[in-house]
C-alpha cells in the first residue's frame, strides 16, 4: 500500500468514527428524553427536578464536564442545581456566554471558550461550552449550560436534544 493510500484509508477510518460517535450521541438524547419527561411528571419540587435532569445528562455524556441550570432572577441568571466543579453564582444578562444565549434568546455553541469575548472562567478547565435557554411565552426563564474539557465538542446534536429537553422542562417554572 503507497502512502497516499494509506493515508486515505486512515481518513476513511477517522471520518467513519466520528459518524459512529454522532450515531450514538443521537442515540443517547433519545432515549434521554422519556427519562427526563419522568424525572418531572407530576413533580412540584422543581429543584428537585432539575438536580435530576443534570444529573442524568452529565452522567449520560463522557463529554460533559459540567451541567447544570440557572435561573433567571430579575437581571441576572443565579445557579441553580448542576453536576461538576464549583461555579459562578450569578452571571449578568449579555455577559459570558449563559448571559448571551439569554440576551439573544438563542443557543449558543462555543467551539472554543477561550476566544468568546468576555467569556465567564468559572473553571479553568472549561473549553468548550453550549448553552441552550428555556423559555416560558416568549420569556427566557432559565438557561441550561453545558461545559466540556474538549475543544469543538459540542454540535447541532447536543443542540437539539438540550433544545427538546429545555420545552420538557419548562412547565417546572409555573
Known amino acids: ?22 450515531m450514538e450521541k443521537a442515540k443517547t438524547y433519545e432515549r434521554l428524553i422519556p427519562q427526563v419527561e419522568s424525572l418531572i411528571e407530576g413533580v412540584d419540587n422543581h429543584v428537585g ?13 463522557l463529554h460533559y464536564f459540567w451541567c447544570g441550570f440557572y435561573i433567571v432572577n430579575g437581571d441576572e441568571l443565579e445557579l441553580g442545581p448542576f453536576q461538576g466543579d464549583v461555579a459562578c453564582y450569578t452571571i449578568k444578562k449579555g455577559r459570558g456566554v449563559c ?9 449558543v455553541v462555543v467551539p472554543n471558550v477561550l476566544q468568546f469575548p468576555g467569556h465567564i472562567a ?5 473549553r ?8 416560558k411565552g416568549g420569556n427566557v426563564i432559565a438557561v441550561i449550560d453545558v461545559d466540556s474539557k474538549g475543544y ?15 420545552k420538557i422542562i419548562s412547565p417546572l417554572f409555573e
Open 122 to 126: 468559572c473553571s479553568s478547565k472549561s
Open 128 to 135: 468548550s461550552e453550549i448553552v441552550v435557554p428555556v423559555f
Open 99 to 107: 448571559g448571551t444565549a439569554w440576551e439573544e434568546k438563542q443557543t
Open 49 to 61: 427536578a432539575l438536580a435530576n435532569v443534570s444529573a442524568l445528562l452529565h452522567s449520560s455524556f
Open 1 to 22: 500500500m503507497d502512502k497516499n493510500t494509506f493515508k486515505q484509508k486512515i481518513n476513511e477510518e477517522q471520518h467513519t468514527k466520528r459518524q459512529v460517535i454522532k
Open 152 to 166: 469543538s465538542v459540542f454540535d447541532d446534536i447536543d443542540k437539539d436534544g438540550l433544545e427538546k429537553i429545555a
